[in-house]
């Protein structure tokens, strides 16, 4: 018992030691106030390694869906980050889809909340950016310029 303990010590103390290498923490609230650029937003978090450089997805009206890089914990407004998404045109960080485009230039993320919660704080905040439901449990935060 006294070897499993001393163990188990071992192996948490060199987890807590190597939590702050895996481990990035941002909060996009800053730039979720609608008054950057789709390739500025992705440009700082891809620089900063917070995101998965290469689209999971491409929508057909070209947004493209990054996810978070590994052990990165991204939140907005409070809410933790499920995916990153954006497009901006002809910008070879983005990928264009088989559809119209949505914007020359848009961005923003998808949250595990609820649509109310998360408009409720973007209101109250005197925010500009959309919210739409994108399914159980999640929210899309979005910013566009035409």
Same mark, same amino acid.
């Given at each position: !018992?006294?070897?499993f303990?001393s163990? %188990?010590?071992?192996?948490? &103390?060199?987890s807590?030691?190597?939590? +702050?290498t895996f #481990?990035?923490a #941002?909060?996009?609230?800053? &730039?979720? &106030? /609608?008054?950057?650029t789709a390739h500025?937003f992705?440009a700082?978090?891809?620089?900063?390694q917070?995101?998965? +450089?290469?689209? !999971?997805?491409?929508? #057909?009206? #070209?947004?493209n =869906?990054?996810? +978070?890089?590994?052990?990165?914990r %991204?939140? =907005?407004?409070g809410?933790?980050?499920?995916? @990153? @998404?954006g497009?901006e045109?002809d910008?070879?960080m983005?990928?264009?889809g088989d559809?119209?485009?949505?914007?020359?230039?848009?961005?923003?993320?998808v949250?595990?909340?609820s649509?109310?919660?998360?408009?409720? @704080?973007v209101?109250?905040?005197?925010g500009t950016?959309v @919210?739409?439901h994108a399914?159980p449990h999640?929210? &899309?935060?979005? /910013?566009?310029?035409?």
């Open positions: !018992m006294k070897r303990i163990a %188990l010590s071992t192996v948490l &103390a060199l807590l030691a190597a939590l +702050p #481990s990035h #941002s909060d996009l609230d800053a &730039a979720l &106030a /609608c008054n950057t500025s992705f700082d978090l891809a620089g900063q917070l995101i998965d +450089p290469k689209p !999971m997805r491409v929508e #057909s009206n #070209s947004i =869906a990054f996810w +978070p890089a590994r052990g990165a %991204l939140t =907005a407004f809410f933790p980050v499920f995916a @990153v @998404v497009f045109k910008d070879p983005f990928r264009t559809g119209e485009p949505l914007a020359k230039s848009a961005y923003g993320v949250v595990f909340a649509d109310t919660k998360v408009q409720a @704080v209101d109250s905040l005197g950016a @919210v739409h399914g999640l929210t &899309a935060i979005f /910013c566009k310029r035409s």
